[in-house]
């Protein structure tokens, strides 16, 4: 929820360390904004602890014009 309506003003990162996100779930929150909301998520997929460790240590690259960050299960 916190990602929708974040994204519907701003760029949002969502790392899913889990593979679990739901872009039917996303539809069904964002409803009728529902293409802003896609337009500003950055959506990051890791399948490792390496590669999640690899990613957050770059976020600066995505950063600018970012108002949340969220990270799906910190995990190693």
């Not at 039917?24 to 964002?30: F, G, K, N, P, T």
């Not at 959506?43 to 460790?53: A, P, R």
Request: aromatic share 6%.
């Amino acid at each position: 929820m916190a990602a929708v309506e974040n994204s519907k003003k701003s760029k949002v990162i969502f790392i899913d360390t889990e593979n679990a996100f739901s872009i039917d779930r996303l539809y069904q929150l964002a409803k009728d904004d529902s293409r802003a909301v896609l337009d500003n998520l950055i959506l990051i997929k890791v399948g490792s602890f390496k590669v999640q460790h690899n990613k957050i240590c770059n976020l600066d690259k995505f950063t600018k014009n970012v108002s949340l960050i969220i990270i799906d299960t910190l995990s190693n």
